[in-house]
């Protein structure tokens, strides 16, 4: 049966001697809270003291002559030993321990919500193009070319022959993606911050654009026209074809992944031709590779695919898709990562999800993560 307890009267009662066993142990209960939510940390004989206080107030130390009172004098005695481990399990769990070890709703003071459809479209004129905010239908015309913004979230180009070519440029920021389709029909999936540098039309030998950042290209085919994208350190060449281009600024190599096709990946004078399902990571050296393609496209189908990744490396597409800073508190282990995660949950559902793979921890404060042991 429950009990309804006047806070006041009880605690009145307990100073005048008149509390039963199960009250007194209710009124130590308390007591051993409010020590628990001060400043005061007591140590491991403190908490002895005040379960010891709990278990002596009740009457187990009396001669038991019913079933009905042992049975009773059981309950209230479960009750305090419940109340004393209780106690314990919250210093060990809050007070004393690091920021850490403490539960995650207590280190999430808030919730990040992942990124979306954001980008701005820079016009040969320097116009800015916010298109996240940007009504559907006609954008703009640059000389022949009409740029509009389609229902489902896409930019398009529409030529006519002829058309001069001008400049464009689009860019994502952190927490944003959006799609493009080019002037002639090929698609780009632009990941969030990067940029892609491209002409209204393709006019010459080859159909050159600039990235950085990562993109997925799926190349309309043109036997006469190379499509060429350009970054820091190579120039990606097709004729038709679906890769993928991975050359985000801080990272140590930048990276091609043929899906379909074929491409030449060209570095320092050198050529070097791609197979499906092969990769080439510019660094200091330039290595080819057998690529596990699922993980590295998994972004444009609206996933995370961590695989054998260290947190350093999964941090870094944490930040850049939901627009966060990253610092790191403590030695933070190096082990590798598994986990594929939906890039439409909130940040703090993709934490906890890494946090049970053990190892590490995290604190959300604004839009600042700290990372610890």
Known sequence: ??????????????????????????????????LAESDFMPDEEELGRAGKAIWAALPLHEEMHTPKKMSLWLKYAAAAVLLIVSAVMYFVNFKGSDVS?????????????????????????????VLDDAKDGLLAREGKAMINKTADGQLTYQNQQGAAAVMNKLSTPKGGQYQVVLPDGSKVWLNSASTLTFPTAFTGGSRDIQLSGEAYFEVAKNKVLPF???????????????????????????????????????????????????????????????????????????DFNFKDENIHSIMRKLERWYDIEVIYKGEVSDIDFGAEISRSRSLSQVLTILEETGGVHFKIEGRRVTVMP
């Open 228 to 302: 060429k994208v350009h970054t820091d350190k190579q120039v990606v060449e097709v004729l038709g074809t679906h890769f993928n281009v991975n050359s985000y600024a801080g990272e140590a190599t930048i990276k091609t992944t043929l899906l379909e096709g074929s491409v030449k990946v060209a570095v320092g004078g050198k050529d070097y031709l791609l197979k499906p399902g092969q990769q080439a990571s510019v660094g200091n050296r330039v290595k080819i590779i057998n690529a596990d393609v699922d993980q590295v496209v998994a972004w444009m189908n609206g």
């Open 1 to 34: 049966m429950q009990h309804n307890y006047n806070s006041e009267d009880l605690i009145n009662r307990y100073k005048s001697g008149t509390c039963s066993p199960e009250e007194k142990a209710i009124v130590e209960s308390w007591h051993i809270k409010m």
């Open 101 to 129: 070890k403490q539960p995650i709703a207590a280190r999430y003071k808030n919730d990040v919500t992942p990124g979306g459809n954001k980008a701005i479209l820079v016009l040969a004129d320097g116009k800015k193009v």
